[in-house]
Nanobody
Framework: QVQLAESGGGLVQAGGSLRLFCVASGLAFSSSDMGWFRQAPGKEREFVASISRSGSSIHYADSVKGRFTISRENAENTMYLQMNSLKPEDTAVYYC???????????????????WGQGTQVTVSS
């Protein structure tokens, strides 16, 4: 059974930092392209960042470039999202997801992802 478990969310002041974790089980993590998405209240879920199975290809949404860093440790079946210089507009539930296939080139398209975690809440106060 495939499971993706996010953690690390919480309440932080603007300008602060958080590190999110996504631990995977029941799948070949080292062969999986992965991504982070987020959904703010009243808004649609949106792409945040993606990382290829080897970590050699990384993409970010423009809104988080220069502030967020995605990484992974295949030996630990874990993906990370380091979030710095947080802003109130970063407040959202953050989800990790596994891409259905590495042959799907677009990493920012939600329908290219087949497994999702339950999400972790990030709240940034002003």
């Amino acid at each position: 059974q495939v499971q993706l478990a996010e953690s690390g969310g919480g309440l932080v002041q603007a300008g602060g930092s958080l590190r999110l974790f996504c631990v995977a089980s029941g799948l070949a993590f080292s062969s999986s392209d992965m991504g982070w998405f987020r959904q703010a209240p009243g808004k649609e879920r949106e792409f945040v960042a993606s990382i290829s199975r080897s970590g050699s290809s990384i993409h970010y949404a423009d809104s988080v470039k220069g502030r967020f860093t995605i990484s992974r440790e295949n030996a630990e079946n874990t993906m990370y999202l380091q979030m710095n210089s947080l802003k109130p507009e970063d407040t959202a539930v953050y989800y990790c997801a596994r891409k259905k296939s590495s042959f799907l080139s677009q990493s920012d398209v939600q329908t290219n992802y087949g497994y999702w975690g339950q999400g972790t809440q990030v709240t940034v106060s002003s």
